[in-house]
């Protein structure tokens, strides 16, 4: 291994950071698919975290603000960043930092409202289920999506509509 190889495989890794957060899971991975050395990427990795250009707790922060901006729960969004390689303890303190912040029924109400917003599932069941089934799939859990699907029911028979 030639010091030219780290520099190289450092620089591909640069670029890639410089498109979006990485994981160091997810780096290596990215790196071994173009055939990289493992021992140049070993290298360039250190670099880079000695650098600050790696940062598992900030590739975990980025990575749940935007699954949570996609309406995900929060629970579904560390699921999906464990899957992606994310550090364990790094995950946890973006999950606890969160989940200050995070409201399970909010966001699914906010959600709903943004998929039906003008209140179809209330007149056909097909409709209601299918928004269900779209929340249970964005990993809330029944209760929150029953309440958040009778709340907005409620509200509206309490204003008149």
């Not at 360039?44 to 996609?70: C, D, T």
Request: charged letters at 35%; one cysteine or more.
């Amino acid at each position: 291994m030639s010091r030219q190889d780290v520099q190289e495989v450092y620089s591909i890794a640069l670029r890639l950071l410089t498109m979006r957060e990485h994981c160091e899971a997810e780096l290596r991975g990215k790196l071994l698919q173009r055939d990289c050395d493992e021992i140049a990427i070993d290298s360039a990795i250190e670099l880079l975290k000695g650098y600050g250009y790696l940062s598992e707790a900030r590739y975990a922060e980025a990575f749940l603000r935007y699954r949570l901006k996609k309406g995900e729960s929060l629970w579904m969004a560390a699921t999906k960043a464990r899957q992606k390689g994310a550090e364990e303890t790094a995950l946890q303190a973006a999950v606890d930092e969160a989940a200050v912040g995070f409201d399970a029924s909010d966001a699914c109400r906010e959600l709903l409202h943004s998929r039906d917003p003008q209140g179809l599932r209330k007149q056909n069941e097909r409709v209601w289920q299918r928004h269900a089934r779209f929340l249970r799939n964005k990993g809330y859990d029944n209760d929150t999506i029953l309440r958040a699907l009778n709340e907005e029911v409620c509200e509206d028979l309490e204003n008149g509509e």
